[in-house]
């Protein structure tokens, strides 16, 4: 009894270690880091958690969940980075006991504990979990809501089950599609709709919808997203909803802030982001004959949420890496699909595949391990780069030894490892190798890498900010958008409600002195437009300017 457990104190250690001691490596970072960061503390600040505010104004691009488990840290553990990112390590060390059992009920162990070390041996799906983002929470809650729906529609057993147990089961899915929208937003919903949608076309002739079930999942839906955005409307009136809704619409048809990219962006991110998990999981798009219905339906739920969050992602004109991370569920699982069929001699394993792997590896390698070096040697090409902001950030004086990615070539290390005792003690223990190698090697490599890119990028203007917290001023930026100066200057919502107007602060009748923090590129046109206003100093790519009151 006690040792079936065994394999989940493990994984909760395993997790512990990776995810926990790297949450206050680096400073958050602008904007979704900080955006929601701020969002939490305003909570805190001003005692209200049932409305969003950014700068103490209403904020209608994302619902509160999120943010109230990250104000729940702050309280507790202190309005920090680690309490921005603490909710993220917990549900990644949950997410991945998640797929252990999901793995263990439907394919045995092995499958489990491959599926397991592949997410954490994937770039962006260890890194992610470190973050202060919304999406890891989002991802989980959206995953759970298809897993329950594939064991309501599953094709073993589905006329056997009661009503009792079908309603169960779309309920589970609609109370987590529900806590997934107060997450998100109803992107939530339309992923699983799309879903639902794909699956009932494929599966029409086994696939028996009642309609009054369905009906069930979208009312729990609705009811569950409502407890706060019902209550919102209730409270202050439509004008949240309205924008809410408005700020979806242009998320969906524009490049907001200028994050744009091709049609087949996502595809290249999960491609370099996921590897090796996402060549494996080419090679698992193709369903093997001889597995259950389970397993046949739990495949096929996984490659619909696949290419339904790539290409709906793929169609959104807004291209930000981390859109497409809810893609890392199914394509660990077909990495963790096809190389279980290998060990269970369903599948075989090529010696070209050998050499595709080592060859991708290779290149992947060393171009990351060889960025600090390109550090070390600024000078000799700095000049080719136009952009003076980019170049000031560049040259800010950090001492790089040119080993900070060098716990990535642990990836190397393991490819050879797994070829070279695959041949003696077995598929399984070289594939674990692997995945246990490389997910050391990204941790350490963030570890001794995050912080020096940070540096470069903002420690230092965080620093400034920090040094204003309890002065009697006021601090804004100017010229590009930011929420590091509310954050990190701990902004108390003010008595004069003037000042949280940008243009009163810049020309009106102030009653405190302002610091304005604008780019470098900005120092022109801060001069030609506002002389009276005076240049502090330079911090890396950020000059800080004083207006005093009158």
Not at 83 to 94: D, E, H, K, M
Request: charged share 20%; hydrophobic share 50%.
């Amino acid at each position: 009894m006690i040792k079936r457990y065994y394999p989940y104190v493990i994984i909760f250690l395993f997790a512990l270690l990776l995810f926990i001691p790297n949450l206050s490596n680096t400073t958050l970072f602008d904007w979704d880091e900080i955006n929601f960061a701020e969002a939490a503390r305003e909570m805190i600040v001003n005692g209200d958690y049932s409305r969003v505010t950014i700068n103490f104004l209403p904020f209608w691009e994302k619902p509160p969940l999120f943010l109230w488990m990250q104000a729940v840290c702050m309280n507790i553990f202190g309005i920090t980075e680690f309490s921005a990112r603490l909710p993220n390590a917990v549900f990644g060390i949950i997410s991945l006991l998640t797929l252990f059992a999901i793995g263990k009920k439907y394919f045995g162990e092995k499958m489990a504990w491959l599926w397991v070390v592949i997410y954490t041996g994937s770039f962006f799906a260890q890194f992610y979990f470190m973050m202060g983002m919304i999406d890891p929470v989002f991802n989980y809650f959206i995953f759970l809501g298809i897993y329950f729906l594939f064991r309501y529609s599953t094709d073993e057993n589905t006329e056997k089950k009661s009503s009792g147990e079908r309603i169960k089961l779309v309920s589970i899915s609609g109370l987590f599609i529900g806590l997934a929208v107060l997450t998100k937003g109803p992107v939530g919903f339309l992923i699983v709709f799309l879903c639902i949608a794909v699956y009932f076309v494929l599966k029409r002739k086994s696939f028996s919808i009642k309609v009054y079930e369905m009906l069930l999942f979208c009312f729990i839906v609705l009811i569950v997203s409502t407890a706060w955005f019902g209550l919102e409307t209730i409270k202050n009136g439509f004008f949240f909803l309205q924008e809410f809704i408005v700020y979806q619409i242009r998320l969906f048809n524009t490049q907001d802030a200028g994050h744009g990219g091709p049609f087949y962006y996502h595809f290249v991110v999960i491609l370099i982001g996921l590897f090796p998990a996402s060549v494996f999981a080419i090679w698992g798009f193709r369903k093997i004959s001889s597995d259950n219905l389970n397993q046949k339906a739990l495949h096929t739920w996984m490659v619909i949420l696949f290419w339904v969050v790539m290409i709906l992602f793929a169609i959104v004109k807004t291209k930000i890496v981390h859109y497409s991370s809810l893609a890392y569920f199914p394509v660990t699982f077909l990495a963790a699909y096809y190389l279980n069929n290998v060990i269970t001699e369903k599948a075989k394993w090529k010696k070209w595949k050998d050499i595709l792997i080592i060859i991708i590896g290779s290149i992947l390698t060393i171009i990351v391990v060889s960025l600090p070096i390109i550090f070390v040697y600024k000078d000799r090409w700095i000049d080719k780069i136009s952009d003076k902001f980019t170049a000031d950030l560049i040259m800010k004086p950090v001492q790089w030894t040119g080993f900070e990615t060098l716990a990535y070539a642990l990836l190397i290390v393991g490819i050879i490892v797994f070829i070279l005792v695959r041949e003696r003690k077995g598929c399984f223990t070289g594939l674990m190798l692997l995945f246990v190698i490389y997910s050391i090697g990204i941790n350490l490599s963030l570890k001794f890498f995050a912080p020096k890119i940070d540096e470069h990028l903002q420690k230092d203007i965080v620093g400034f900010y920090n040094s204003l917290e309890n002065k009697d001023v006021y601090c804004d930026v100017i010229g590009f958008k930011s929420y590091a100066h509310l954050f990190y200057t701990y902004k108390k919502n003010p008595e004069n409600k003037n000042s949280l107007v940008h243009d009163w602060l810049l020309t009106g009748q102030i009653d405190k002195p302002v610091y304005f923090v604008c780019k470098s590129t900005y120092r022109d046109k801060m001069e030609k437009e506002h002389p009276e206003i005076k240049e502090i100093k330079q911090i890396g790519g950020y000059i800080i300017y004083l207006r005093d009151k009158n």
